[in-house]
């Protein structure tokens, strides 16, 4: 799963650890380049081009996939990960079939941010075996964040690993290898090095295709939470559908009840997801949220929302608690998503907006010295880049409501709302081809009626 936006520390740090610009000619790299890079084996065996380790302390890295055509006439292409936590080269690794299409024409750059990659990684210890009792318990993995940043701020200083800093980084990048622009394609908090980089660096950027967006007006922890409009359009969903509607009823009046049965913590027995060993755990609505919230990134997981909610109001946790196990699917950098947050977010909340989820964030934030970032990293991005925005109808942390500005400060963008979708959609196949067409320069007049169409939910045999 690529993209993130949540806070971390109210899953639990171990489950987190998953939990996702005109085409101009560039200068030919000098073989000088080249000899720097190295094949390198990544992820699940791929072979790709890795440079020389860097030594000079904190910074980014990258690695590169070579375009299979000898002449090429298009800007590389920068692959930019979620999170913030997330790397490239792990994340976009097995390559999706349409990045593997566009690596025909485009090379490849899959950057690694800060505290991503190389001696500086930003990593949270994660136990051998996960306790039932702790991952549930958010007083206990609030001081497990904290213990976290004591660590990791005795070796480095937190306040470096900024999304400005990575970009200079990125900008090198793009001057050692002899670019003249860079195009993007950024997911979640990848969208917003895009345009970040779009802002600081306008004329060295080309086109961008942005997934997931987080516009700049937007604050990690505030603005990325929209579960109970998502459950809101689910349960009407539901209700719409015979077998759904007969088996689980008003799926929204079952997440309503269970709000009010945890209002206050309440303590239970579960098993252990993997073990199957009986433990009392206490719960509350925020921790339930939380678990919730990682069941919507997908409509894969979107179709199991009324079961899970409906055995959970009727009193049976255990099918919520196991989904949230089965949600962890991609490395994750916990440190870097503290270090971003708490400098380029946290510092800007709204005070009117506060509640207890973002207090408790604000409290994790406090426990460590970082330096505020500068609000500027906030400003509208205006521009005439060509760009491409994608929305899933029903992404819980982007919703599409969110760049209503942007839309319209970026002067050569268009916008896809991909109908029942969640935060991911470049896996759709007509997604993935207007991505292709978009950044090889073909006219597209897809509107993707196709994938319209929702996942049916998933209906228990005994309600059939």
Same mark, same amino acid.
């Given at each position: 799963?690529?993209?993130?936006?949540?806070?971390?520390?109210?899953?639990?740090?171990?489950?987190?650890?998953?939990?996702?610009?005109?085409?101009?000619?560039?200068?030919?790299?000098?073989?000088?380049?080249?000899?720097?890079?190295?094949?390198?084996?990544?992820?699940?065996?791929?072979?790709?081009?890795?440079?020389?380790?860097?030594?000079?302390?904190?910074?980014?890295?990258?690695?590169?996939?070579?375009?299979?055509?000898?002449?090429?006439?298009?800007?590389?292409?920068?692959?930019?990960?979620?999170?913030?936590?997330?790397?490239?080269?792990?994340?976009?690794?097995?390559?999706?079939?349409?990045?593997?299409?566009?690596?025909?024409?485009?090379?490849?750059?899959?950057?690694?941010?800060?505290?991503?990659?190389?001696?500086?990684?930003?990593?949270?210890?994660?136990?051998?075996?996960?306790?039932?009792?702790?991952?549930?318990?958010?007083?206990?993995?609030?001081?497990?964040?904290?213990?976290?940043?004591?660590?990791?701020?005795?070796?480095?200083?937190?306040?470096?690993?900024?999304?400005?800093?990575?970009?200079?980084?990125?900008?090198?990048?793009?001057?050692?290898?002899?670019?003249?622009?860079?195009?993007?394609?950024?997911?979640?908090?990848?969208?917003?090095?895009?345009?970040?980089?779009?802002?600081?660096?306008?004329?060295?950027?080309?086109?961008?295709?942005?997934?997931?967006?987080?516009?700049?007006?937007?604050?990690?922890?505030?603005?990325?939470?929209?579960?109970?409009?998502?459950?809101?359009?689910?349960?009407?969903?539901?209700?719409?559908?015979?077998?759904?509607?007969?088996?689980?009823?008003?799926?929204?009046?079952?997440?309503?009840?269970?709000?009010?049965? %945890? @209002?206050?913590?309440? !303590?239970? #027995? *579960?098993?252990?997801?993997?073990?199957? /060993?009986?433990? &009392?755990? +206490?719960?509350?609505?925020?921790?339930?949220?939380?678990?919730?919230?990682?069941?919507?990134?997908?409509?894969?997981?979107?179709?199991?929302?009324?079961?899970?909610?409906?055995?959970?109001?009727?009193?049976?946790?255990?099918?919520?608690?196991?989904?949230?196990?089965?949600?962890?699917?991609?490395?994750?950098?916990?440190?870097?998503? %503290? @270090?971003?947050?708490? !400098?380029? #977010? *946290?510092?800007?909340?709204?005070?009117? /907006?506060?509640? &207890?989820? +973002?207090?408790?964030?604000?409290?994790?934030?406090?426990?460590?010295?970082?330096?505020?970032?500068?609000?500027?990293?906030?400003?509208?991005?205006?521009?005439?880049?060509?760009?491409?925005?994608?929305?899933?109808?029903?992404?819980?942390?982007?919703?599409?409501?969110?760049?209503?500005?942007?839309?319209?400060?970026?002067?050569?963008?268009?916008?896809?709302?991909?109908?029942?979708?969640?935060?991911?959609?470049?896996?759709?196949?007509?997604?993935?081809?207007?991505?292709?067409?978009?950044?090889?320069?073909?006219?597209?007049?897809?509107?993707?009626?196709?994938?319209?169409?929702?996942?049916?939910?998933?209906?228990?045999?005994?309600?059939?």
């Amino acid at each position: 799963m690529l993209g993130c936006l949540t806070l971390p520390f109210i899953q639990g740090l171990a489950l987190l650890a998953s939990i996702l610009l005109g085409t101009m000619l560039h200068a030919r790299e000098s073989s000088k380049d080249k000899d720097k890079r190295k094949p390198c084996q990544v992820k699940d065996g791929t072979w790709l081009e890795c440079p020389e380790p860097s030594s000079s302390g904190v910074s980014s890295d990258y690695v590169f996939r070579p375009a299979d055509k000898s002449k090429k006439s298009k800007s590389p292409l920068v692959l930019l990960a979620g999170g913030p936590g997330q790397s490239a080269s792990e994340g976009f690794i097995p390559l999706p079939p349409m990045i593997q299409d566009l690596s025909r024409e485009y090379d490849l750059i899959f950057f690694n941010p800060r505290g991503t990659t190389g001696k500086s990684k930003l990593k949270c210890p994660s136990p051998e075996t996960i306790d039932l009792k702790r991952i549930t318990d958010r007083t206990y993995m609030a001081d497990e964040a904290k213990s976290c940043l004591k660590s990791l701020g005795s070796r480095f200083n937190l306040s470096d690993f900024g999304t400005d800093a990575s970009l200079a980084d990125l900008d090198k990048i793009r001057e050692e290898l002899g670019y003249e622009k860079l195009s993007f394609y950024g997911v979640s908090y990848g969208t917003r090095l895009a345009l970040r980089y779009a802002a600081l660096y306008p004329d060295r950027t080309d086109k961008m295709v942005l997934e997931g967006v987080l516009p700049p007006h937007a604050f990690i922890g505030q603005d990325t939470y929209a579960l109970e409009p998502v459950l809101k359009r689910l349960s009407t969903r539901c209700s719409e559908a015979v077998p759904c509607a007969k088996a689980y009823g008003d799926v929204y009046e079952s997440y309503q009840k269970l709000r009010s049965d %945890f @209002a206050k913590p309440r !303590t239970l #027995d *579960a098993n252990h997801p993997r073990t199957g /060993k009986k433990t &009392a755990i +206490t719960l509350d609505i925020n921790m339930i949220d939380g678990m919730l919230l990682q069941l919507l990134y997908t409509e894969f997981d979107q179709t199991l929302i009324p079961a899970i909610l409906h055995q959970a109001s009727g009193g049976n946790l255990n099918p919520l608690i196991a989904s949230s196990f089965s949600a962890v699917r991609s490395p994750f950098y916990e440190g870097l998503y %503290f @270090a971003i947050a708490c !400098t380029e #977010d *946290a510092p800007f909340f709204d005070s009117t /907006k506060l509640d &207890a989820r +973002t207090e408790e964030f604000l409290d994790i934030c406090l426990s460590y010295p970082f330096k505020p970032s500068s609000a500027k990293i906030h400003d509208p991005v205006r521009g005439p880049w060509p760009t491409l925005l994608l929305s899933g109808e029903l992404d819980p942390v982007t919703p599409p409501e969110l760049i209503k500005s942007l839309k319209t400060d970026l002067t050569n963008a268009k916008h896809f709302v991909i109908p029942n979708k969640g935060h991911n959609v470049f896996y759709l196949r007509c997604v993935g081809n207007q991505i292709k067409e978009f950044f090889l320069d073909r006219k597209s007049d897809r509107n993707c009626e196709e994938q319209k169409q929702p996942l049916p939910f998933y209906i228990e045999e005994t309600k059939r």
